[in-house]
């Protein structure tokens, strides 16, 4: 279902008329990761029981970029109570990210939502890696004791993510299925807005998207025949 939402998010872009690059790569410079940073994100690290030091992730991926913007869709494994530990951190409070309080809501309101989604072993145990910086999980759904490392390692990755995007001089928006955009007098969650979109609902996500993203439409172009 992912696949198909953000597809079409691209296709209001698109017929929106706005410049975009999908699916942005970011090769990480390690030299602009300075000593406060690497503090920030070994405290992460260990507020979710890492073991020794963090592994630093050496490309970024992005959903979208538009000149210096840059945009992930979050979904469901996004949002646990690995992800608000994370929160916590100075680099929250240093930095000003526009998700932030929406997206620790999000965790507290949607973690069942998570365990659905996230309780097969790739996602729970993780890659190899996880294992080895966060421990043995417990039984898959267990998240008492150890819990699952998978989701501690995608958690400690997406923090990693929102201050490296950062420092490289990007500024970075996450949105996630469970926004509610005003229509028609009515609020509707962005998964349904983007499930099947008509014509006019992808012109609004796309006015809701861009005004999120504070970013200016050409409306002169828009108004040309």
């Known amino acids: 279902m992912s696949g198909i939402l953000i597809n079409n998010l691209f296709s209001s872009l698109r017929e929106g008329e706005i ?39 050496e490309k970024l991926k992005f959903d979208l970029k538009i000149n210096r913007t840059l945009l992930i869709f979050d979904f469901e494994l996004s949002f646990n109570r690995y992800r608000l530990k994370s929160f916590r951190s100075e680099l929250y409070d240093d930095f000003s990210f526009p998700f932030v ?80 955009i005003m229509t028609s007098g009515a609020l509707r969650r962005l998964d349904q807005m983007l499930m099947s979109p008509t014509e006019e609902q992808r012109k609004v996500v796309l006015r809701w998207l861009l005004r999120k993203m504070e970013i200016e439409q050409d409306t002169e172009k828009q108004n040309q025949p």
């Not at 999908?22 to 405290?43: M, Y």
């Open 101 to 180: 309080e929406s997206h620790k809501r999000l965790c507290r309101t949607y973690e069942k939502e998570c365990m659905k989604a996230g309780l097969q072993a790739r996602h729970w145990q993780g890659p190899t890696i996880a294992t080895q910086c966060f421990g043995e999980a417990e039984e898959i759904g267990d998240l008492t004791g150890n819990g699952s490392p998978g989701w501690k390692l995608r958690a400690f990755n997406e923090a990693q993510v929102d201050l490296q995007s950062r420092i490289h001089g990007y500024k970075i928006f996450r949105i996630s299925p469970y926004e509610t």
């Open 19 to 57: 410049a975009f690059e999908e699916n942005f790569h970011l090769d990480v410079n390690p030299n602009f990761l300075d000593e406060k940073g690497r503090t920030w994100l070994q405290e992460i690290y260990e507020d979710l029981d890492g073991i020794g030091k963090n592994p630093l992730l």
